[in-house]
């Protein structure tokens, strides 16, 4: 079995690099999980996972220089297979080859979760959230984000691609996040999994190169991850029509 999921956001600084990893570790309880930071023109997941030294990385892989198995790292209990942060390997990366990267890693994991850019204005962005299986879209409780948010479910949906469920981050104590969450599933697919207070913990983990869940297991926004993950359903696909969706799968053109 293995489904895809990616972990979107309509904006930059919803934590949705943080949030990818805290789901990843949260799952691994119960799956086999992979981490891909499709991120590749803003990639920083290697320094969530402690892979800042990592000598070969996704962009490797996409400008045609590794095999996948040479960007795989076992960190945390998961599968992480980082992007590099430079412009050069930017500019050699082919974003056409993610595809076959992930109908590769599919045959040997039940859960992959690819860490998407925040935006919607490039080839490059939007090809997690058109190949993935269903969407989670993390969310900051304002307007401007959740509105974001709605575009991202738009564009994943016109392309056949699900809502597995939206995910409230970096959630203050003078919001009343209840209200708002009812108010936005309204105009969502899916479920709110859960909402996740802002959180120094998560901050000092940043710092630190590690994820959240490693460094301050016990505190409450890992709870709150935990949470989100248990709410998560997973749907078993064939890992053999999963990679030949994907390999498959067609690239925008415009936006």
Known sequence: MVEVFA???GKGGTGKTTSTVA??????????????DAD????NLLFHAGLSEAETTLHDVLADDAAVSEATYERFGMTVVPCGTSLDGFRDADPARLREVVATLAADTEVILLDSPPALDSRTAVLPVVM???IVVVLQPTIPAISDGLK???YATSYGTGVAGIL???VREDE???DVAEKTERYFEGPTLAAIPESERAREARRAGRPLLAHASDCEAAAAYRQAADALSVRSGESGDVADRFRSAVIPETL
């Open 132 to 134: 993935a299986d269903r």
């Open 40 to 43: 590749t023109g803003m990639a």
């Open 152 to 154: 991202v479910q738009e």
């Open 23 to 36: 789901l990843g570790m949260a799952l691994a309880d119960r799956y086999d999980v992979t981490v891909v």
């Open 168 to 170: 409230f981050n970096k």
């Open 7 to 9: 972990v979107a956001s």
């Open 176 to 178: 009343r996040i209840d």
